[in-house]
Each structure stands twice: as C-alpha cells, then as structure tokens.
C-alpha cells in the first residue's frame, strides 16, 4: 500500500528525530497520520479499504483525523455517545467529536461509534468515514494553549450515511482496536518527546552559562547545574523504558503496562523539566521570544492527550494487580 515494509521500530526512530522540529504542532499533526488514525485500517482493514485510505494517506495525498475523544468522554473512551445505525448497506451516524486533530482539514476520520446496544466495550466499531459527506459540520477550530500551528476541532454528525464496507474489521471489535492504535499513540508520543526534553536542557545550559547574576554565570550556582544533571538522567531513562518497550512490541508481546508506565513518566517530565528550566531563564522565559517557553505550553499536552496521567496509573495498577502476591 505504498509503505515501505518495516517494524514498528522505525516509526519510533522517525518520530525521535522529529523531535528536532522547534515546535510540537508539526510532529502532532505528522503522528495522527501516521501512528494514530491509522494503524487499525493497516492491521484490520480490508484490502479495498486500505487502497482507497491508506494508499493515499500513506503517500501525502489524503490528510487524515481520529475521532474517538467527545465533549463528555475524554480518556473514558467506553462512554463515548456517538452512534453508527446500520440501515441496509449504510451506517447512518450522529452524534459529534471534540479535540480531533487535523479535523479542520482531513479528508477522512477513522471514527469510533458505538454500531449497537449492550456493553460499551463490544458495541463499538470503527469505520473510515469521508469527511465530505452531507452532514458533517466541522463547527470551529479550537484556540490552544499550545501546538497551535496543529489545527483542532470540534466536529458534529447529522443522519451522516457511509457505506457499511467502511467498517474497519469486525463490527463490535472497535474498543479493542482503538485500544491497540493507542498503544502505539502513546509509545509515539515518548518517542517524539526526547528530542525537545534535550533541546530545552541544553540551551538552558548554554544561557544559565553566559547569564551573569551576583557577577558569576547563572550556572556557577551548584543548585542550577545539580538540577540540570538530574533532569538530564531523567531524561536518558525515560528513553531506556520506551526503548525496551519498543523491543517487546517489535518482538509480538503485550506492552501495554510499559506503554503506559512510558506515557506517564514522559507526560510528567515534560513539565518538570520545561518548568525547571524556564525558571532559570528568569524573566527571558516567560517570553514568546524563547524555544522553553514554547515547549512548556507545547509539552503539557503530553499528560492530557492519549489518555491522562491518571489513566496511565489505573491501567498500570490493574496489571500490577495481577503479579504474585508474596
């Protein structure tokens, strides 16, 4: 389908590089095309599918979006409300989603419905939906704190009618396969987030050296560069987790406590380490003028997006409820 045949690996590494962007908005919106609205359609999608979305998606052509996330169902993706009725050979669908990257310009969504009645984590399903059919009303594009050159939307659907051959897989699978698709949303997401965690480490090295204070450099204080050496180590092992993650996906096993153990510690050393630096910047850092100023509203998205810390920590302690007990 026009990729070039490699494990999940290379992503990562690709996503490690973007990294050396200046600015979160670019990677986020490169990341939703590439390891996050699209890794169902590639793995459960049909081979008709896959040629008329992932094709043209893979090669630039077609921009594509994620609609999981709705005003009233964040991270607690089972309690999402819109609907997918069959009628016939249709879906009809209603209902609306929030915070849908790239929504704004998309040439197609690989939407979560719910497709029936019952338990909300088998009556879901995922279908690849035009973004040009009668119905759908891209309402407005979302002003950000941060990523604000990645366009955000809230999206509403009205008696939208898709072909039922959209569907993604198997009617009903849709909750487990967008629990799969976040497993390599959030391993993406640490990966991205290494680089910029560097970057903003080492230019406030290079200022807090020349900044002079009491007439010595600003790094001279031991409390600025012992706090510049944790962060860094901090850093380095955060990569250690997700590298170790990535070789156990790669290898076909279950990753998903490291995956979440990698989102959480990435989401809460993105703020601590663009908060500590900034505050060595003194009143530099809180200008527009500054790369950590923009990474720290940049990077804050890290522990709201893909699911919250706190999701992070109730998945994790789920399957540490199932280790031995002593």
Not at 173 to 187: C, S
Request: contains cysteine; hydrophobic residues 40%.
């Amino acid at each position: 389908y026009g990729g070039m045949g490699l494990d999940f690996s290379y992503g990562i590494a690709v996503a490690e590089e973007l990294g050396n962007i200046r600015c979160g908005g670019i990677p986020m919106a490169i990341g939703v095309q590439t390891s996050m609205a699209t890794p169902a359609l590639a793995r459960f999608g049909s081979d008709e599918l896959k040629k008329q979305f992932l094709t043209p998606t893979i090669s630039g052509d077609l921009v594509a979006c994620l609609g999981v996330s709705e005003a009233g169902a964040g991270s607690d993706v089972a309690s999402i409300k819109t609907t997918a009725v069959k009628k016939g050979d249709e879906y009809v669908i209603n209902g609306g989603k929030m915070w849908t990257t790239s929504g704004c310009q998309a040439d197609w969504m690989c939407l979560l419905a719910n497709t029936s009645e019952g338990h909300p984590h088998r009556n879901k399903s995922l279908i690849c939906l035009p973004m040009n059919l009668p119905g759908i009303h891209v309402t407005k594009k979302i002003d950000k704190l941060g990523l604000r050159s990645s366009d955000t939307a809230q999206i509403f659907f009205e008696d939208v009618r898709v072909p039922s051959k959209n569907l993604i897989g198997e009617e009903g699978m849709g909750f487990t396969y967008q629990m799969l698709q976040f497993q390599e949303e959030r391993l993406w997401g640490v990966a991205f987030v290494l680089r910029p965690l560097e970057t903003v480490i080492q230019e406030t090295i290079d200022y807090t050296r020349q900044r002079k204070v009491f007439s010595q450099s600003v790094l001279q204080n031991q409390v600025v560069h012992f706090r510049l050496a944790e962060l860094a180590t901090e850093v380095e092992l955060l990569r250690s987790l997700l590298y170790r993650a990535i070789d156990l996906y790669v290898a076909g096993n279950d990753v998903t406590k490291f995956a979440s153990m990698a989102k959480l510690k990435a989401g809460r050393l993105a703020r601590e380490v663009t908060d500590s630096c900034l505050q060595f910047w003194g009143g530099m850092g809180f200008t527009s003028e500054v790369l950590v100023s923009r990474f720290y509203r940049d990077l804050r998205f890290m522990s709201i997006g893909g699911g919250t810390d706190e999701i992070m920590l109730s998945i994790i302690c789920k399957y540490m409820e199932t280790l031995p007990r002593k």
